[in-house]
DNA sequence: CTGTTAGCGCCTTCAT
DNA sequence: ATGAAGGCGCTAACAG
């Protein structure tokens, strides 16, 4: 049934079949220049039965485009990943692009693009925070490439554009209603990755709604949290061990807030009762947690589909905006004492 | 400081700056053929200068082999997805291949390969259950394309390679737990999606421990469940208003499983001691929900993994051992019963 | 070890 | 509306 692998017809074998030249073919399936329907469908007719595929690299070579966008992500890991994934995914598909993945690997940011995103390989680049160092971005950025960065902004004086959530406010906001609504006054404070832009906003928004509520910035309420269950816990656990006394937890995000309902269950402080928490993201997690998370939406998806759409205008029209910067929704649960 | 778009550097361009030819240059970027150190040093130098960064499209059509490697997903969503992806990233990034991941979309299985994944896009495809349906994968397959299906079986007569995860046997020894260590009797089974292999093992293990001891398979019990939240919960709410009785629930997966726990709470159903409840999986949100979740733990990273490293081999090599049936395993936690 | 020369498969003016 | 021909940037024999 099978040849002896008739190495996969080309252009040329679909001219022949359809009794035209290949530029017939060409156009047929660029549809850039009009073709008579009689002969259209005699190309189409032999594109079908030849089972033919244009090859993508030889329409790149061609065009000087790739219809590619690539994707530098640090790593990929929890829940974080999948929806800012689908919403990328859901527009380039929708405007005609691949997606080629990569990530930086263990090693941490890196100074350079890996060199299958690299120039040419790719018409643009999205850059997730943690991917990249400054150098690397403003290698990226000399080469010529489009680019746009997320969750991220970009060093001084390069006007690379750049999407991501507003942190401070919505963190001003929930810390405030601990203060306010559920009368904490020490409030924790489980700090983020060092080099985070979001866990330096939050922890701005914290800072503001103690001081602007006359609370005090108490440097032994403030602890490393890393966005990992196990620093938050250990965090936590060595704060009670300290004898610190505090009737509040913001955990930074939602991970760090599971391993501080850990560190609190296991020393049996009761949550909300005794110690309030809420994190930040709203994963898929939140509301599922005993108690339910009190916490704020990063719209993740969004910022995915953002970007994506972003990165697509500037490819085509060398222009878009600087930053995009969205929303974020306080999300009450049950976890900072409000009544199920 | 900007010239006017010097359009990207070519081989040619580095050629001349280190005063050699181009094949010269092609030789040391490809380390295929023993290239003079002195000379070497030359042409990196000039590479490094010139920024020069070899233009895929055009290896690729020289080659006839892209280095790149296509991802088929139904779609992005839950648990499931990052760890699937950390695992064939792993190996993909390991082995010098680019990822291009492509989603079947919400319209369901596709007849036929997308085009940006057909043929000579792409040096073969991973596919994953419900992404393609049975003529969707016959026509990769006969385009020649290297395929490695993921939790699904290939049509019959196809030699396609597969991997995916032991479900009946797990199952078996889960129900069986219930059965036989916490004496249940009346054993609730929520189904998976209709085509869903998985879903079809996890039934026949569960049906399995049934009758090898001696239980009756109850119609009455089951109901379905399709590995999401809403329906769980709302099977379940059905099977307690129409007042079945039923002492335990093996949900198919945790997401159903989630379901469960709410339809129960809603009810005032406690869990374990009125009904335990069991999933599979092993999602991230298992072992913080209330009680933590007995279920079984599926190595998905595992699966990507060996996935990707049965398709580089295929593609290497033009052969792949047929199956990779990965082991499950039981994770005992609290929901069933068992003692924290 | 290095230079020369064909293509790889397609798009794109330029004529017709 | 269609055909002819050059070129996109690189690799891979083939000579030397």
Redesign the pocket.
């Known amino acids: 049934m099978r040849r002896k692998t008739p ?2 017809p ?3 074998d679909v001219a022949k079949k359809a ?9 047929v ?2 549809r ?5 329907d ?3 469908a005699r190309v189409e007719a032999a594109m079908k039965e030849l089972k ?1 595929v ?2 993508a690299a ?2 790149n ?4 485009r790739t219809k590619t966008i690539g994707l530098l992500l640090s790593e990929i890991q929890g829940d974080f990943f999948a929806p800012l994934l689908a919403g990328i995914e859901s527009v380039t598909d929708e405007h005609g692009y691949d997606l080629l993945i990569s990530t930086a690997g263990r090693r941490g940011p890196h100074d350079e693009l890996p060199p299958s995103l690299g120039n040419h390989n790719t018409d643009g680049l999205l850059v997730f925070a943690g991917a990249l160092t400054g150098d690397g971005i403003a290698h990226g950025h000399s080469l010529g490439l489009p680019l746009v960065l997320i969750h991220q902004s970009p060093p001084a004086g390069l006007g690379i554009p750049c999407v991501t959530i507003e942190n401070k406010a919505a963190t001003h906001h929930l810390v405030a209603h601990l203060i306010e609504v559920h009368h904490r006054q020490r409030i924790v404070l489980l700090r983020g990755l060092p080099h985070n832009e979001d866990a330096y906003w939050r922890e701005m928004g914290y800072r503001e709604a103690l001081t602007t509520r006359g609370l005090p910035l108490d440097p032994a309420l403030v602890a490393p949290g890393d966005f990992s269950r196990q620093v938050a816990r250990k965090s936590i656990t060595q704060l009670l061990s300290d004898g610190v006394a505090f009737d509040a937890v913001f955990a930074g995000d939602d991970e760090a807030a599971i391993g501080t309902l850990a560190a609190l269950r296991d020393a049996g402080k009761r949550v909300p009762e005794e110690v309030a928490v809420v994190g930040f993201d709203d994963q898929r997690l939140a509301a599922v947690l005993t108690p339910p998370l009190t916490t704020v939406h990063a719209p993740t998806e969004e910022v995915g589909a953002r970007a994506a759409r972003k990165l697509i205008r500037l490819i085509r029209t060398g222009e878009a905006e600087a930053l995009t910067l969205l929303p974020s929704q306080l999300v009450i649960r049950q976890s900072c004492g409000c009544p199920g």
Chains 1, 2 share one sequence.
């Open positions: 190495s996969a080309t252009i040329h009794g035209v030249s290949i530029s017939t073919v060409s156009r399936i660029t850039n220049v009009p073709v008579s009689e002969v259209a033919y244009p090859r030889a329409r070579l061609a065009t000087r």
